[in-house]
């Protein structure tokens, strides 16, 4: 008890800490963890939280985000969704590179981490695309702070040029490149796996395919783009032996290679929701605004990922955060080879995660290590982020298990939440109550409390 005062107690909880749930408080001071007591040890507080029958984690870290800012802001700002992050628990944002132009030069990059920095509600990380290939931009990126590169296998969309410039390497050469020159900085390459010329077939053999058909966006791109790009760059990566990340995986077969290929490179893979808790009958039902890309795929599929992350095949749950403006899906309905690609998930995220443990999926702690741990150990934040330890970042989020999230247009802080039609009305068990960033509370009882140019970039630390 002659421990020096700390800002403020979190009493009564119980804290999922990196071995799992504990009874125990939680003392933050300075915007950090000042350390974890048994209940009756812990020093005075200058404020208490009453945690109370709720459930303590670190805010999440969500390490695969789209705003796009500060382009197109008629589809969400880095204020509207950071506060859809703050709202979500989710304390960390990685910020994909795909903006107007590519996030793809060191110039883009400072302009960009500017931005957010004025902007944001909670803290970010910024993706740097591979841009020109060259270690002189490699180096300046990362010295930028740079939390990792970024590149697709796919062409860039059709009047998209200027967005996916050094970020779209449809040739395995470039691939390669890509991976070599990556390999050893210590910053993962996260590759969004499509074949190109897989994708320019079955586009060319579906032409007759009904626009309209739920079914047919899956038809144009089938599992087999995906598997086939997957276990090209798992095939290189032998060679190149970079720290690879898969993003969203959708498929089965793409689990099989994922399997094959274990132990051949330091590759890891993620998933997202829309792929754990939605099939392709659901695009059916919702049209358009269920469009991502790749596909949301069939109810095999979607247990084989579920099995995957049982095995620890999969290892991150990830968002795939993209806002789009209601206008813009609105036009494409019945129109789905046209149609922009995303649905907005930040808000959907964790209490998906505390229902899948609800309903015996996996434990607290498999949750928390998903999508809070993982991805800051993959991403060089550990423990920093991620984390409730001692020196951890007081990044928080508290969350009733025993209540119920109704998602819902009329509750949800994204600027997107007229097209997020994929989970209204899905009835959830776990609710985030408050959301903490760096000791000071940015979300409380469905009501944003923090402001504009509160959150911080973060950049690796190892
Ligand atoms: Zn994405």
Redesign the pocket.
Same mark, same amino acid.
């Given at each position: 008890m002659s421990a020096k005062p700390v800002d403020t107690l979190i009493r009564g909880g119980t804290v999922l800490l990196p071995d799992g749930p504990h009874m125990v408080d939680l003392g933050l001071a300075d915007g950090k963890v000042a350390g974890v007591y048994t209940p009756g040890t812990a020093p005075e507080a200058i404020a208490e939280i009453d945690a109370t029958g709720l459930t303590v984690l670190p805010g999440i870290v969500d390490i %695969?985000f *789209?705003v796009r800012a500060p382009a197109y802001p008629e589809r969400g700002s880095v204020q509207s969704e950071s506060r859809a992050c703050a709202a979500g628990g989710v304390t960390t944002f990685f910020e994909?590179p795909i903006s107007k132009p590519c996030c793809s030069t060191p110039a883009e990059l400072a302009r960009r981490r500017d931005h957010f920095d004025e902007n944001t509600f909670v803290d970010f990380a910024l993706y740097a695309a591979a841009g020109d290939l060259t270690e002189a931009s490699r180096d300046e990126m990362m010295a930028l702070g740079a939390i990792a590169f970024k590149i697709f296998t796919t062409p860039a969309p059709a009047g998209r040029e200027d967005e996916f410039e050094g970020l779209a390497f449809p040739d395995e050469a470039d691939q390669l490149r890509a991976l070599t020159l990556l390999a050893k900085t210590g910053r993962p390459l996260i590759v *969004?796996a499509e074949s190109a010329s897989l994708l320019a077939h079955f586009e060319a053999i579906g032409k007759d395919l009904d626009p309209a058909d739920g079914y047919t966006h899956g038809k144009l791109r089938p599992a087999v783009c995906e598997s086939v790009a997957v276990a090209k760059l798992l095939a290189m990566n032998i060679m190149a032996q970079a720290k690879l990340h898969i993003? %969203?995986v959708t498929s089965a077969e793409t689990v099989a290679v994922l399997r094959g290929f274990a132990g051949t490179s330091d590759f890891t893979a993620e998933t997202c929701p829309q792929y754990l808790f939605a099939t392709e009958e659901d695009v059916v039902r919702v049209g358009v605004y269920a469009k991502v890309n790749p596909p949301i795929r069939t109810a095999a599929d979607r247990d084989a990922l579920w099995q995957a992350i049982a095995d620890g095949v999969i290892n991150y749950v990830t968002t795939?955060h993209?806002p789009f403006a209601k206008a813009e899906k609105q036009a494409a309905e019945g129109k789905f080879p046209t149609a922009p690609p995303g649905v907005p998930g930040i808000e959907f995220i964790l209490p998906a995660m505390l229902d899948a443990a609800a309903n015996g999926r996996f434990t607290l702690k498999k949750a928390h290590d998903l999508i809070c741990a993982n991805g800051a150990k993959r991403y060089g934040i550990y423990p920093m982020k991620g984390a409730l330890l001692p020196g951890s970042a007081a990044d928080i989020a508290l969350v009733d298990l025993n209540a119920t999230t109704t998602i819902s247009a009329d509750t949800l802080h994204t600027h997107a939440r007229e097209v997020a039609h994929l989970y209204e009305g899905r009835k959830l068990r776990g609710k985030v109550v408050q959301t903490i960033l760096a000791g000071n509370t940015v979300f409380l009882n469905g009501e944003i409390s923090g402001k504009a140019g509160q959150g911080s970039f973060v950049t690796p630390t190892e």
């Open positions: %695969h *789209h994909m *969004h993003a %969203h795939d993209a």
